[in-house]
Nanobody, 124 residues
Framework: QVPLVESGGGLVQAGGSLRLSCAASGRTFSSYGMGWFRQAPGKEREFVAA????????YYADSVKGRFTISRDNAKNTVLLQMKSLKPDDTAVYYC?????????????????WGQGTQVTVSS
């Protein structure tokens, strides 16, 4: 198991910013593809962003492109999701996920490890 722990969620007004962190213990991310997903009430879990840890390649859902940035902190073994220009539609529980493959994926079913989730609420 690769325990993943998210942090950084909260309540923010529309147009504001939040930064989410995903930390792992017991193993480094270097051989994993890492992703962020979100799930709003009554909706399916959807892809947000992903990063190929080894080379830093990033991928984004169209709905967040230009507003969200995924990055990695090698020293802290942490994946970050910087969210700017937040909208009420971004309100959801955000999950960090890890895949036992260097290539990330946009499909939730292809990830092997999940964090517990952190709530992000954007008020209008």
């Amino acid at each position: 198991q690769v325990p993943l722990v998210e942090s950084g969620g909260g309540l923010v007004q529309a147009g504001g910013s939040l930064r989410l962190s995903c930390a792992a213990s017991g193993r480094t991310f270097s051989s994993y593809g890492m992703g962020w997903f979100r799930q709003a009430p009554g909706k399916e879990r959807e892809f947000v962003a992903a990063i190929r840890w080894s080379v830093g390649s990033t991928y984004y859902a169209d709905s967040v492109k230009g507003r969200f940035t995924i990055s990695r902190d090698n020293a802290k073994n942490t994946v970050l999701l910087q969210m700017k220009s937040l909208k009420p539609d971004d309100t959801a529980v955000y999950y960090c996920a890890g895949r036992r493959s260097r290539r990330p994926s946009v499909l939730a079913d292809e990830y092997d490890y999940w964090g517990q989730g952190t709530q992000v609420t954007v008020s209008s």
